[in-house]
C-alpha cells in the first residue's frame, strides 16, 4: 500500500529540478562569507522582504532564537501568543539560551486589543517587555492567516511602546499566497523575521533571519555561537533559491487541496494547508485515529490528545489528498470500532 503523508509540510524530496540546481551549486566557505550561493539567497531574501539584510541558518529554530535574542535581552520579556512555536516545540530554546522570560497571551489569533494588557513598560518594578513575536500562519491555531490590519495594530502598539515586533514566519508564504499579500508588505512591519525554505517551499534544509544590517551582523555572530556556522552550504542554499524561485506560487494548491480536506471533514475556517481535526465531542481520540488512517495508508499528525492535524504540501497530488480525505472523513463519520 502506497502511503500517503500528510504529517507535516517537512516531508517533501527535492524535486528534480531543486536536485539539479543543488548538483550545480556553486560553493565557497561561509564562515569566512565565501559562499557564493549562500550570498545569493541571503541578498533574494533581504530583497523579497525588503529588508537590508538576510542570514542563512539550518533551522527554523535556530532562527527563531537568534531573532528572539537579539530583541530581547536576557531576564526581560516575550509575549507571545500561547501555542506559539517559540513556546511549544523548541524545547525552551530562548528560556536557556537567551534567558528570555516568555509571556503568553491565550487565543490563536493576535491583534493589538489582545496584546496591550500584556507588555509590561519600564518604569512599575516589573520585568520589562521588550518585544512581541506573531507566527504567521500560526500553526496550532490551523493554519491561520494574521490579517494586515491586524499586524499594522501590533506594529503600532509596539513602536508606541519602543518594543520589537518579531515574526515566526515559517509559512509566511502561505500566508502571502492565501492572502494575496506582498512579502515586501510583510517585512515592512516586523524588525525581525524568521522565514523556513523547509517548510511547503520544499527545500530540505534551511531558514533565514531577516533584519537590518546591524541585527544582520549580530545575527552571524549569535548563528557562530550556536553551533549553526556552516561551511559549503551552497548546496543547501542553491535549494532555498531554487524553492523562491520556483516553487512559492505554487502553494495555492496546496491550499486548495486542505480547503477541500476540511470541507469532507467538517473543520471549518481552513485558510491555508493546515487542517487541525478538533476531536472532542467525537468517539475518536488522536492516537487511535492515527492509527486506524495509517491502516488505511494516510498517515497524519497527532498534536493533542483530541487534536489531529492534516497538512498538504508537494508529495500531496489531488489523488493523495482525495484519498485522505475519504479515509479521514470516513473513520470520523463511523466511530471506532470495538
Ligand atoms: C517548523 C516551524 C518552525 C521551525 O522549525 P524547524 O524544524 O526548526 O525548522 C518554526 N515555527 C513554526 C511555526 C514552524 O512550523
Known amino acids: 500500500m502506497?502511503?500517503?503523508?500528510?504529517?507535516?509540510?517537512?516531508?517533501?524530496?527535492?524535486?528534480?529540478?531543486?536536485?539539479?540546481?543543488m548538483a550545480a551549486a556553486e560553493v565557497g566557505d561561509d564562515v569566512y562569507g565565501e559562499d557564493p550561493s549562500v550570498n545569493r539567497l541571503e541578498e533574494q531574501a533581504a530583497e523579497l522582504f525588503g529588508h537590508e539584510a538576510a542570514v542563512f541558518v539550518p533551522s527554523g529554530t535556530m532562527g527563531n532564537q537568534i531573532c528572539l535574542r537579539l530583541v530581547v535581552p536576557p531576564a526581560h520579556e516575550l509575549v507571545c501568543d500561547a501555542d506559539a512555536h517559540v513556546v511549544t516545540y523548541e524545547h525552551g530554546g530562548a528560556a536557556q539560551h537567551g534567558g528570555i522570560q516568555s509571556r503568553t497571551v491565550p487565543g490563536g489569533?493576535?491583534?493589538?486589543?489582545?496584546?496591550?494588557?500584556?507588555?509590561?513598560?519600564?518604569?512599575?518594578?516589573?520585568?520589562v517587555t521588550t518585544a512581541v513575536s506573531v507566527e504567521q500562519t500560526h500553526n496550532r491555531a490551523g493554519g491561520i492567516v494574521h490579517s494586515v490590519a491586524a499586524l499594522e495594530g501590533l506594529r503600532a502598539l509596539t513602536r508606541a511602546s519602543g518594543i520589537a515586533l518579531h515574526c515566526d514566519g515559517a509559512r509566511i508564504w502561505n500566508a502571502?499566497?492565501?492572502?494575496?499579500?506582498?512579502?515586501?508588505?510583510?517585512?515592512?512591519?516586523?524588525?525581525?523575521?524568521?522565514?523556513?525554505?523547509s517548510k511547503g517551499l520544499g527545500a530540505p534544509v534551511g531558514s533565514l533571519v531577516v533584519t537590518d544590517a546591524a541585527r544582520a551582523a549580530e545575527a552571524r555572530v549569535l548563528r557562530k555561537r550556536l553551533g549553526g556556522g556552516m561551511r559549503q552550504a551552497g548546496v543547501l542554499a542553491a535549494a532555498g533559491s531554487y524553492a523562491l524561485e520556483h516553487q512559492l506560487e505554487r502553494l495555492a494548491e496546496d491550499h486548495r487541496r486542505a480547503a477541500r480536506i476540511g470541507e469532507r471533514l467538517g473543520v471549518p475556517g481552513v485558510e491555508t494547508n493546515i487542517v487541525a481535526v478538533e476531536l472532542a465531542g467525537t468517539r475518536w481520540d488522536g492516537p487511535t485515529l492515527a492509527v486506524a488512517a495509517r491502516d488505511e495508508g494516510v498517515l497524519i499528525s497527532v498534536v493533542g490528545p483530541t487534536r489531529a492535524r492534516l497538512v498538504t504540501h508537494l508529495d500531496v497530488d489531488d489523488a493523495g489528498a482525495q484519498r485522505a480525505a475519504d479515509v479521514v472523513g470516513r473513520l470520523l463519520d463511523a466511530g471506532p470500532t470495538g
Do not use: K
Not at 13 to 21: D, E, V
Not at 110 to 123: H, I, Q, S, T, W
Not at 180 to 187: K, M, S, V
Open 2 to 21: 502506497t502511503l500517503v503523508d500528510l504529517r507535516s509540510d517537512t516531508l517533501t524530496r527535492p524535486t528534480p529540478g531543486m536536485r539539479a540546481a
Open 109 to 127: 489569533r493576535m491583534d493589538a486589543d489582545g496584546v496591550a494588557p500584556y507588555l509590561r513598560p519600564e518604569g512599575w518594578g516589573t520585568v
Open 176 to 197: 502571502a499566497v492565501a492572502s494575496g499579500t506582498d512579502l515586501r508588505t510583510y517585512g515592512a512591519l516586523f524588525d525581525t523575521l524568521s522565514v523556513c525554505l
